[in-house]
Nanobody, 123 residues
Framework: QVQLVESGGGLVQAGDSLRLSCAAS????????KIWFRQAPGKEREFVAG????????HYADSVKGRFTMSRDNDKNTVYLQMNSLKPEDTATYYC????????????????WGKGVQVTVSS
């Protein structure tokens, strides 16, 4: 069993930065690929970034490439999403999830989800 708790969201202005955290419990957490998704009102949940379980490879959605950076701290069982140059279209609820498979954008393959954290970017 893995429990995921996101934090760090908030209301910011366009161009600002935020860092989201996803703290995990469960001793097998390190063996999962870690994924960030987001869901804007009225839209489907979409892939944002994903890290292989080893941390050796990170994939980003084209919409965030160059602005968002995913990282991890194994000692704290936490992954982060540093979000720079935020845009109003980044407004969404951000979720972290894990899968024992490869990094994928397929929501149905995620095995555990956090409850999400709200990010609102004003223009």
């Amino acid at each position: 069993q893995v429990q995921l708790v996101e934090s760090g969201g908030g209301l910011v202005q366009a161009g600002d930065s935020l860092r989201l955290s996803c703290a995990a419990s469960g001793r097998t957490y390190i063996r999962y690929a870690k994924i960030w998704f987001r869901q804007a009102p009225g839209k489907e949940r979409e892939f944002v970034a994903g890290m292989t379980w080893s941390g050796g490879t990170i994939h980003y959605a084209d919409s965030v490439k160059g602005r968002f950076t995913m990282s991890r701290d194994n000692d704290k069982n936490t992954v982060y999403l540093q979000m720079n140059s935020l845009k109003p279209e980044d407004t969404a609820t951000y979720y972290c999830a894990v899968t024992s498979g490869v990094v994928t954008s397929r929501r149905e393959l995620m095995e555990y989800w956090g409850k999400g954290v709200q990010v609102t970017v004003s223009s």
